[in-house]
Each structure stands twice: as structure tokens, then as C-alpha cells.
């Protein structure tokens, strides 16, 4: 008898379908033949006006990466011949075979395993695992015998790790009984429910079912986290599509692809704040010797329509990343309708609906409102303020994330009048001395910051570019109330999934109903198996900062553990501040340590210029199990703001 | 012990020399208890030049080095700031003066900061010029030419090094300056010549140009030696492109000072043979340096010198052919001429010394940056020396272009930002060398010689998350091998 580790053993699998029927693995991985340009995502609007018979013209189009006219050509027929039995049966007993990839006691070996059981399913037709000796699998066996149709077979009392596959597998389909059929990578459970299935024409639909799949995957959603995915997959050789569709903002503000972080977060935010540095750059300037006389002034337009630029230049190059992959782009706005089938509308209203045996939900967040009296009509949020096309004036920033500090940051770096409100705690989640520094910073530097208090009313005084707003503002802690005027009210109190208006509930797809975040298994999958989920969307996972891993980490230690923890920190004058006469004991910079793990370092916090670039290598190193003694060893680059690091603790 | 207590001799450790290496020293011990003295005295340079406690780095080294290099940076700020809405007339013109007088202002009131830190810790300081009398007394002579003898159980030598005049070339000690006199100018150099291939060379070319002077580098043979030689002339390429002329292949011959003042430089241009002459107003000799022993009389004592070099030998101990003499610093033969490095060995020897430790320094993977415009900062071997090492095939090699942010609105050219890590092939693929080319350089390659010191393979640094959006995500993002022949542009996040 035949054995293999599981890896070889689907490969081997595969090749026998592959050789049953050739034309069709190659059918499926186009993506190096040269591709037309994606064709306009008008070609399946089911709404469209025309002639009679372009609906089956259209179909004839479609998936539209079709290889070759030839092949096109064979795509309806090729796996319902298959069903008909027309081309080659499989004995019941040919089987996959399997063998223990090593030491499974471990959760990474079990994680694998479980890895490579999807990778079976996701590859086989029709998968069943089975029992030699099991009379209702030998009858599921034949039952698909009969039908004419391959099928995968491993038998589990045939291989040594039978019993945690079966284990593996009621994790996965909730069932613990042999056999356990999955078509087209839908689990229709054991003998009984195949039959049921096979009666009431379920199965042959399953079976015949793939073909009608327009896409291996579809994505929804064009951020950094779908179209990554995007083009990972597209790569692997896989027809993939994404739907990108922003939802204008209550003020109107929309953007190309790339989602948050290239057209309203990382990417505007650093370039206005590089805006904020060059107007402290200017000033240093002057006492480097650089000479000139006149006030500068900011200009807003002239840098919002530079930012803008770069953006645009972004998203076009994201269009084109895409096509040169042969992803499909559709901006159009994605809903499920039913199970595999995902209905998406464009700006015009037209729909279309499309089909993909897999799907990747990464439709990220949005700012969140207050909920109060005019807090839509009148607030932006960050989703308006990196394209406004006129200068905020005198803004009150609501909020006390990163997003409300860093915007409230620049603009005061521009020389605005600059007021944070806020609930309660500065930056929530982030080391809290680090976080009131940050304030403290920031309030040296013209922020005001009017501390529990939150907004309960807009008012418009004044139309206009900027107009003029009241804000009456409560006190969380007694009965007190305050009223202010500002050109600008900029909200940044958070952010909400959007999950709740894209047809989840239609497939199954369990939320959390009070955040909106979806819950993974650590492979990234929803309750709905074939439906996957990924950046900010997810539950309990950070929004991707590395820092917010580890203050995470850190709180739950303060919370659970002892005090385990020593910490060394230092405060320090960047170089290039002492010439310029800036602030010294300003800048900060501390290290915790795991006593209890040899001073493993397992906390850098840094505040200062370059901090970014300061803490990656730090983030590397921490990764390969820094501790005080290896840093205390490490020589620092003179002079340099990193090496407070090495040289002060 | 014996002998502090009977008090036989005047200090339990002296240390001559107040740089760096010999204040961590004297710090350290006088930290663990010790009675210390520092000597101190800085020779004036040919043109007259001297400075105050703190040695190289604070005084001619990377302090006034970085604070020029800070104003060049910030010259092309200027130019940057009206892509983003600053509205500054250009172009902006530059003080040297005004400059100079500024980083001046900051380096003496970090001399004064050393003086007073050694009174703190209660470190008897001379400003004496030293040399041995035996191998426990040292003579110190006094500005006004006043003796002293001082004793001492323990003698640390950490007088460092002078930039080497190259006194074969007619008129090149009389006319020319040095890294010694060019950040202590109360004028500007002018069109300045800066002769070497060295990153001291480099770096005050670069400086000079970015703050508007017409910089000239003259280049015998390669830029850079010793470091990533791909680099070196990416480095080169950069600045060529921002301004900065370079001679390669030449060497000069003589400088004469023409009736109006100016100074012309002959050369010989090694490849063809012929001769050239250019003028300047200041030529700036960075060819190298040479240790400060030769006024030590270390032959009473019987400390061994490199004949070659007349540097120190030292063992890993840091101790020298006499047992209870120590050199640390750029005085040393085989050791990195760099501050931090001194610092470390310093402090260790002194834990060695009198604090029980029985640690060692550790020369290997030590991180440094060149602050030319675009910084390079590297870590661990260059990919010349890991090939020598490990041979091709067992080298993998990763590297990326990439454009800063900051860049693209400002319309600034990136064709230089480039970063690159050499690891072993074999898997998990232990790093080797990592090299970058961008700003900030120095606060990039910082974590990253941490990780190297921890034994970092590039599949963890792959597994580490990116903080974007920055220029050192582009190396926890580095995908694309040399040996693959794709193309190492980054596009898109």
C-alpha cells in the first residue's frame, strides 16, 4: 500500500483528476496569457435595456478571463458532461493517501493539519472521507460510482492519523461520523444526507454547480487588506474579482481605490503632517543660517491639491496593479443575496450579480457620528478633511484616538486655532504615559484641550467656506455646559464596520451584533465556510499597529499578571533641536522588560522625531527575543535619536 | 587596593585623553568609587584651530558634523515646503555665520557640560599635555609651560586621532584646512575642494553643497573603502545628481595661493596622465587620520605601537604590551573609529577594571551611518565581504527602490532610496548585513542592529509588521532577491 505525507497524497489526488480530464485544471489558471483590459462592468447588468439575446451573449463573455476562443467554447459543457458519466468513472475505492506530517500533538502540527484537510476539500470535486470497513460509505461510494462521477476518497482507518483528521473534521463540519461527503467544497454531510440530497437534485446542482461560479474569489472591498489578497491570489493562478464602492460621506466626500489608508488615512495624514514638520523645519531654518524675512503663511489649497495628486496618482496605480494580474475591478457596491452569489450596484443603480465559489470580505470602516443634533449636516469627519477644498479655520476636534491627535496636530501646525475635546482618556490602549506626553506635547505647542466634556449640539451661525458653527458641549462628570464657535467641528470618535448593509445575514455570516466586527478562526474564516474576512472588520484583532499589539499585551499583563515588569526610560534632546532652541526634556523613550524572561524586552515606546522609523528595527528585534542585556550590548549610531536605546537605559 | 591605601600613588585610574571613550572612562570609575584624573589638551590644528573638553566627536566630529548636515537638510526642506503650502520665496539664501556660530554656540556648551560633569563625580581634571615619564608617571605641561607629574595604579590611553595632512604636496600643509578648521570657520569656505574618498570627506562636500557652495570631491581611487561598494557609489550617484562635482582618479600635486587670494590646486588625472588645475577658496584635506601618540613618549613606558599605522596594539582586554595600560578609542589598532564603540569599550574595561565584570567588548555587527545628503546606514557585512565569506552561492541577497512619502509630493527624485539585506541562502536565512540608503538613516538602522545582534533571520524579519507609512517598513517588506532578476522597484503600499 501506497503512503505519503497528506502533501503528496493530494497531489497525487490532483493528477488523477488531472488526467481524467486535462482541459480542466488548465482551464482555470490564465492569468500569464495576455489578458484583454477587464471589460466595462456593464456587461452583466441584468437591467440593461437591449436587444433580445444579449443576456446570452453576455454569458457567453463571461468569466471573462477566458483563455482561449477554443476552450471558451468547451466551458458549458465541461462539467455537466462529467455528471452524465460521458467520460471516465472512478472506481469507489481510489483513494488519497495520507500519512501523519510529523509530531501532531502540537497546535501548529494540528493548525497544518487542518490546513491541509481544507486544501483537499477546496481541490476535490467530491471529497469523502471514509472507513473501508463502513457499509454507509461504501454505498455513498457507489452511490456517486453510479452517478459517474470521481471522486476523492481517504480512508481514515487506513492511514495513521486517521483519528485526528476525524477530530479535525468535526471542528470543522460539526460532524464526527464517517462518511463525510463535501462537493464542490459544500459539506453535505454523511450517508443519509447524501441521498437526501442525491433525491431531492441538491447533489446533481452541487455537482453541476462550479461551473456556474463566475469567480474562484471575490473580494469585497478594495483596501489594502482585499487588494493584497487581490493580487496574492491572482498570482496563485486564480480568477479573481474586486468590488470596490465608497459610499460618499454625509458631506459628500468620496475616493478612488485603495480604501482608508491610501485615500483617508496613513497616506494624506503623513503627508500634512510632513506639511506640519516642514512649518517647524522653517522656523529651525532660520537659526541654521537660512535666511529670509517674510512671515510664511500656509497655504491649504495649494497642499491639499498636492496630497490630492499623489492620491489620485495611488489609486490609478492600484487600477493598474490590478489589471496587470487580471483581477477584475468593479466599482460597484457588493451585497449577498444568497449563498456564492453577491449582487453589486453601481453608481448609476444598475445591478449586476456575479458568483464565486470563494469570499473575502474587507470592506473595512468608516468614521462614526455622534448621534447628536447636527453633528451630519455640519461635522466632517477624516473621511472629508484630507480633500477639503477650502482651509478648516478655527476647528474643534471631537475625539481622542490617534486619528483626533494627529489631525488636531498638523492643523495646529499650520498655524490654526486647534481645540481637542475630549470624553476621557488620551489614546486609549496606548501606554498611558506615553499618551498624556503626547498631550502634554501638544498643549506646549498651541492645542487646546477641553477635557470631559462631550458635544451635544451643532449649530450652523454662518454658511460658508469655512462657515461658523456653535458647539454646546456637556461635562461628563457634573451639570455643567460650555458653547463655542468654530469655523470647523472635525469628528474623530471612532470608527464602525461596515458589515451591517452588506447581505451577511442573507448567507449566515455571524457578527458581533453591538461592534459590527466579524468573528475569524485564526485562518481568517467566518461561520460561513467558503466566506473569509480580513482587516479592520475583525474582532479582536488591533487595526494593524503594531504598537496596539503591544499594548495590548501589555495591559492584559497589568490587568492579569503580576508586576513582572521593569522599565528603564530616559528622556533626551534630539540633536537637531539643540541648534534650533527647541524644547528639551520633551522627548522620551522607554523600554519594559520581563523580568521573569531573562529582561526580555516586550515594550519600546519612543516619542520624538523619526519615531516610525525608529521603532521598525526595534519591532524586528523584538521579534528575534530582544532583552536588556542584547540591547545594552548593541552599539548606537551617534549621533541619532535611536540610540537612546542603547545608550541611555 | 593595597597601593591606593598606603597612597604610594596619586590616582587609582588617569586617563589621558577627554574624548569620548576617555570621559566614559573616567566617569564610570569614578562612579565605582575610584579616585580618577582626566588630562586633556588639545594641540591647536596647523591653522590655529582648538576647542574644549569632549574630544573629536563633540568638537570637529559627528556633533558639529550632524548639525551641518541638519542645515543642508533643511535647505532642501525649504525647497520642499511650498509643494505643501508653505509660501516661501525662493531661493532662500544661507548664513554660513550665522551657522557656524550656532553650532559653535552648542558644541561649547557641551564642553562645559563635560566640565562640570567630572566635577560632579568628582574627577580631578588637568588641561595638560601628556607623555609618559614610566610606566606608572605621566608629565603634563601646562599652557604656560608649567610641569606636573601624576601617578596613577591604572593608566587608560584614549587620546584618539587628528585628520593626516598629506605633506608631500607642495603648499598643502600651508593653504589647506581640515575636518579640524571647517566647523570652527568664523567665515564661509567659499568654492571649496574637499580632496579624499573617506566618509568625513564625503559628508562635508555634501553639507557644503546643500547649504549653496560649489563643492568639489576629489577621488584617488574608490569612495567609501570598506564599506557596501553598491552603495558607495549609489551614495555617489546622489550626490552628483544634487549638485556636487566630483574628480574621480585624480590626486593633486600642489596648491600655491594665487595674488588674489584664491588658491590653485594642481592634479594629475591618474587614467590619462595629464595635468589640471582648478581654483578654489578653501581646500579641505580629508584623506584620513592619524592616531595621537607620537607626543605620548610611550617607548618610557614600554607600550607597543603598530609600526605601520603608530597606532596602539591591544588585546581583547583592551591592554597593551604593559600590563596595567589600556587603550580604547581611535588611538587603537583594529578598532571601528567611532564614538559609541569607544564609549562601550570604555565603560567595560573600567567594569573590568573595578567592578568586578570579567565581560568583553564586542566588535562585530556594528551599526554606523554616513550622513551624506541621503544617508546610508548600515549594520553587519557588506555584500563584497559576505560573498568573500560564505561564497555566492550561499549568499542571498534582498533588496528593494523604493520612494519615501514625504517625496512624492514634493516632487524630490528617489532614484537613490534604496535598501538592501544580505543574508545566508540556507533557510532560515540568517542576516548578514543590512545596508539603507534614505533619510533618517541612522534612526532606521538602529532596531535593525538589534535584531541582528539577536541572531535575526529574514524570516522573522518577513514576520515582523510594518509601521507605515515609513521608509524602514521597506524592510520588513523586502521580497524580491537579487538572484531572481525581477525588478527591485517598490509600487504600490
Not at chain 1, 481524467?20 to 490564465?30: D, F, I, T, Y
Not at chain 1, 471542528?171 to 462518511?179: A, G, R
Not at chain 1, 489578497?229 to 468620496?254: N, Y
Not at chain 1, 458568483?355 to 469627519?381: N, S, W
Request: a neutral charge; proline letters at 5%; one cysteine or more.
Amino acid at each position: 500500500m501506497r503512503r505519503a505525507v497528506l502533501g503528496v497524497g493530494r497531489a497525487a489526488a490532483w493528477r488523477i483528476r488531472a488526467g481524467a480530464e486535462s482541459g480542466q485544471q488548465r482551464q482555470r489558471s490564465p492569468p500569464l496569457s495576455p489578458v484583454p483590459a477587464p471589460p466595462p462592468p456593464a456587461f452583466r447588468f441584468v437591467s440593461r435595456p437591449g436587444p433580445a439575446g444579449s443576456e446570452s451573449e453576455t454569458v457567453e463573455q463571461s468569466p471573462p478571463q477566458s483563455p482561449g476562443p477554443g476552450k471558451a467554447g468547451d466551458a458549458p459543457n465541461r462539467r455537466s458532461g462529467h455528471v452524465r458519466g460521458a467520460r471516465v468513472l472512478s472506481p469507489p475505492g481510489r483513494r488519497a493517501h495520507l500519512s501523519s506530517p510529523g509530531p501532531s500533538s502540537s497546535s501548529e502540527a494540528r493548525e497544518e493539519l487542518r490546513r491541509r484537510l481544507r486544501e483537499l476539500i477546496e481541490r476535490s470535486r467530491v471529497m469523502i472521507f471514509s472507513k473501508s470497513y463502513c457499509p454507509h460509505s461504501t454505498r455513498v461510494k457507489e452511490l456517486f460510482s453510479s452517478l459517474g462521477v470521481e471522486c476523492n476518497v481517504l480512508e481514515l482507518d487506513q492511514v495513521d492519523d486517521g483519528a485526528k483528521i476525524q477530530e479535525v473534521l468535526s471542528e470543522i463540519t460539526n460532524q464526527k461520523t464517517v462518511p463525510n461527503v463535501f462537493v464542490n467544497k459544500v459539506h453535505v454531510g454523511g450517508c443519509d444526507q447524501t441521498f437526501q440530497a442525491y433525491q431531492s437534485g441538491l447533489l446533481q446542482k452541487l455537482l453541476e454547480e462550479e461551473s456556474a461560479y463566475d469567480y474562484d474569489l471575490i473580494i469585497v472591498g478594495g483596501g489594502s487588506g482585499g487588494l493584497s489578497c487581490a493580487k496574492e491570489a491572482a498570482i496563485l493562478g486564480k480568477k479573481v474579482m474586486v468590488l470596490d464602492f465608497v459610499v460618499p460621506s454625509p458631506q459628500g466626500t468620496s475616493w478612488g481605490l485603495g480604501g482608508t489608508c491610501v485615500n483617508v488615512g496613513c497616506i494624506p495624514k503623513k503627508l500634512m503632517h510632513q506639511a506640519a514638520l516642514l512649518g517647524q523645519a522653517l522656523c529651525d531654518s532660520r537659526k541654521f543660517g537660512w535666511e529670509y524675512d517674510q512671515q510664511v503663511k500656509h497655504n491649504w489649497e495649494t497642499m491639499t491639491k498636492a496630497i490630492q495628486n499623489h492620491i489620485s496618482s495611488l489609486n490609478w496605480g492600484y487600477r493598474l496593479s490590478l489589471r496587470e494580474k487580471a483581477v477584475a475591478y468593479v466599482n460597484s457596491y457588493g451585497e449577498f443575496v444568497e449563498h456564492h452569489k453577491i449582487k453589486a450596484t453601481n453608481k448609476k443603480g444598475q445591478e449586476t450579480y456575479y458568483t464565486a465559489a470563494q469570499f473575502v470580505i474587507a470592506t473595512g470602516e468608516r468614521p462614526r457620528y455622534l448621534g447628536i443634533q447636527g453633528d451630519k449636516e455640519y461635522c466632517i469627519t477624516s473621511d472629508d478633511l484630507f480633500s477639503l477644498p477650502y482651509c478648516p479655520g478655527k476647528t474643534l476636534v471631537v475625539g481622542a484616538s490617534y486619528v483626533a491627535l494627529e489631525c488636531a496636530g498638523f492643523l495646529a501646525g499650520f498655524g490654526l486655532d486647534v481645540t481637542v475635546m475630549v470624553r476621557s482618556i488620551l489614546l486609549r490602549g496606548f501606554d498611558q504615559e506615553m499618551a498624556e506626553k503626547v498631550g502634554s506635547y501638544m498643549e506646549q505647542h498651541g492645542v487646546k484641550f477641553l477635557r470631559k466634556f462631550i458635544p451635544v449640539m451643532i449649530q450652523q451661525l454662518e454658511k460658508g467656506s469655512p462657515g461658523k458653527l456653535k458647539v454646546l458641549a456637556k461635562s461628563t462628570e457634573g451639570t455643567e455646559t460650555i458653547e463655542g464657535v468654530y469655523n470647523t467641528v472635525l469628528l474623530a470618535i471612532g470608527r464602525d464596520s461596515c458589515t451591517r448593509k452588506i447581505g451577511l445575514e442573507k448567507i449566515g455570516v455571524k457578527i458581533n451584533e453591538k461592534s459590527g466586527k466579524i468573528p475569524v478562526n485564526d485562518v481568517e474564516q467566518t461561520s460561513v465556510p467558503y466566506v473569509y474576512a480580513v482587516g479592520d472588520i475583525l474582532e479582536g484583532r488591533p487595526e494593524l499597529t503594531p504598537v496596539a499589539i503591544q499594548s495590548g499585551k501589555l495591559l492584559a499583563r497589568r490587568l492579569f499578571g503580576a508586576s513582572l515588569e521593569k522599565i528603564y526610560h530616559t528622556l533626551f534632546w534630539p540633536l537637531e533641536w539643540t541648534v534650533a532652541g527647541r524644547e528639551n526634556n520633551t522627548c522620551y523613550a522607554k523600554i519594559i522588560c520581563n523580568k521573569l524572561d531573562h529582561d526580555r524586552v516586550i515594550g519600546f515606546h519612543i516619542l520624538g522625531p523619526n519615531a516610525g522609523e525608529v521603532t521598525q528595527g526595534f519591532a524586528a528585534a523584538m521579534k528575534c527575543g530582544l532583552t536588556k542585556q542584547l540591547l545594552d550590548d548593541t552599539i548606537g549610531i551617534h549621533p541619532t535619536c535611536g540610540e537612546v536605546g542603547n545608550r541611555r537605559f | 587596593l593595597e597601593d591606593h591605601l598606603t597612597g604610594q600613588r596619586d590616582y587609582d585610574l588617569l586617563v589621558i585623553g577627554g574624548g569620548s571613550g576617555g570621559l566614559a572612562c573616567a566617569k564610570e570609575a569614578a562612579q565605582l568609587g575610584r579616585k580618577v584624573a582626566v588630562v586633556d589638551y588639545v594641540e591647536p590644528s596647523p591653522r590655529g584651530t582648538r576647542w574644549g573638553l569632549g574630544g573629536t566627536c563633540v568638537n570637529v566630529g559627528c556633533i558639529p558634523k550632524k548639525l551641518m548636515h541638519q542645515a543642508a537638510l533643511l535647505g532642501g526642506l525649504i525647497r520642499d515646503a511650498p509643494h505643501y503650502g508653505w509660501e516661501v520665496a525662493q531661493p532662500v539664501p544661507h548664513d554660513w555665520r550665522k551657522m557656524a556660530e550656532a553650532v559653535q554656540n552648542h558644541v561649547k556648551s557641551l564642553n562645559w557640560g563635560h566640565r562640570v560633569q567630572l566635577q560632579d563625580r568628582k574627577v580631578k581634571y588637568f588641561n595638560i599635555k601628556a607623555s609618559f615619564v614610566d610606566e606608572h608617571t605621566v608629565c603634563g605641561v601646562a599652557k604656560g609651560g608649567k610641569e606636573i607629574l601624576l601617578s596613577a595604579d591604572h593608566i587608560i590611553i584614549a587620546t584618539g586621532g587628528r585628520p593626516r595632512y598629506p605633506t608631500h604636496i607642495e603648499g598643502a600643509l600651508e593653504y589647506g584646512i581640515t575636518s579640524d578648521d571647517i566647523f570652527w570657520l568664523k567665515e564661509s569656505p567659499g568654492k571649496t575642494l574637499v580632496v579624499g574618498a573617506s566618509y568625513v570627506a564625503l559628508e562635508c562636500a555634501g553639507f557644503l553643497t546643500g547649504i549653496g557652495l560649489d563643492a568639489t570631491v576629489m577621488i584617488r581611487s574608490i569612495p567609501l573603502r570598506g564599506f557596501d561598494q553598491q552603495m558607495s557609489s549609489m551614495v555617489i550617484e546622489h550626490m552628483a545628481s544634487h549638485g556636487t562635482q566630483f574628480l574621480r582618479g585624480c590626486a593633486p600635486s600642489r596648491v600655491r595661493r594665487l595674488p588674489d587670494g584664491h588658491l590653485q590646486v594642481t592634479w594629475e588625472d591618474r587614467t590619462t596622465g595629464k595635468e589640471d588645475t582648478g581654483t578654489f577658496d578653501t581646500v579641505l584635506w580629508a584623506i584620513g587620520r592619524v592616531p595621537d601618540t607620537r607626543s605620548l613618549n610611550l617607548e618610557k613606558a614600554g607600550v607597543d605601537t603598530s609600526p605601520d599605522t603608530q597606532k596602539i596594539l591591544v588585546d581583547s582586554r583592551e591592554g597593551t604590551s604593559v600590563p596595567h595600560i589600556y587603550a580604547i578609542g581611535d588611538v587603537v589598532e583594529g578598532r571601528p573609529e567611532l564614538t559609541p564603540t569607544a564609549i562601550m569599550a570604555g565603560r567595560l574595561l573600567v567594569q573590568r577594571l573595578f567592578g568586578g565584570s570579567s565581560d568583553l567588548m564586542d566588535y562585530d555587527n556594528v551599526p554606523t551611518t554616513v550622513f551624506t545628503p541621503l544617508e546610508y546606514g548600515c549594520v553587519g557585512l557588506s555584500e563584497e565581504e559576505a560573498v568573500a565569506r560564505h561564497g555566492q552561492e550561499h549568499v542571498e541577497v534582498y533588496h528593494a527602490h523604493y520612494k519615501p512619502l514625504e517625496f512624492t509630493v514634493a516632487g524630490r527624485d528617489a532614484s537613490q532610496c534604496y535598501v538592501k539585506m544580505v543574508c545566508l541562502r540556507e533557510p532560515p536565512q540568517l542576516v548578514l548585513g543590512l545596508h539603507f540608503l534614505g533619510p533618517n538613516a541612522g534612526e532606521v538602522t538602529q532596531g535593525f542592529a538589534l535584531g541582528i545582534k539577536c541572531g535575526a533571520s529574514y524570516a522573522q524579519v518577513m514576520r515582523t509588521v510594518g509601521i507605515h507609512p515609513t521608509c524602514s517598513e521597506e524592510v520588513v517588506k523586502l521580497r524580491i532577491s537579487k538572484r531572481s532578476g525581477l525588478d527591485p522597484t517598490v509600487t504600490g503600499c
